[in-house]
């Protein structure tokens, strides 16, 4: 079963992005199916990160507060990209899934240049080397 996206063609990002259920990409690379695999990947890690905060939220909800349940349903929505963005082991961890996925459809040859992404591009502090293992599994 797929998760519902929304995908956004657009010249306003250089290859392509995510955040929560959104997908944007280049109109150059709308058919590379390396690329969406990885920003699938990332709205897929948008929903694990969403279910447990609004299973809090609901159970709150119905036993303890309402203003505690609106809280969490709110935060659910951000736990996401709030641990992606400050927490840089987090943010190794789903961007090495995401090239792992892209990985699965590009071919193994393309190990080097993700990995090489992935060291230099997220500021990470991590080596190429680091990188390729954390890629591989």
């Known amino acids: 079963m ?3 996206y929304y995908l956004k063609v657009t010249d306003s990002v250089k290859y392509a992005d995510s955040k929560m259920c959104r997908i944007r ?3 150059d690379y709308e058919n590379h199916e390396g690329l969406m695999a990885h920003e699938y990947e990332h709205v897929k890690q948008w929903y694990a990160f969403l279910a447990p905060f609004l299973i809090a939220a609901i159970v709150c909800w119905f036993t303890y507060s309402d203003s505690i349940a609106i809280a969490l349903a709110f935060f659910s929505l951000l736990a996401k ?3 992606y963005t400050f927490i840089k082991g987090v943010r190794f961890e789903l961007e090495a899934r995401a090239y792992r996925k892209q990985l699965e459809v590009q071919g193994p040859q393309n190990l080097e240049v993700f990995a090489k992404a992935l060291a230099e591009g997220y500021d990470l502090n991590v080596s190429v080397e680091e990188a390729r293992k954390k890629i591989k599994g």
């Open 25 to 27: 990409i280049n109109p």
């Open 81 to 83: 990209g709030l641990a």
């Open 2 to 4: 797929k998760l519902p």
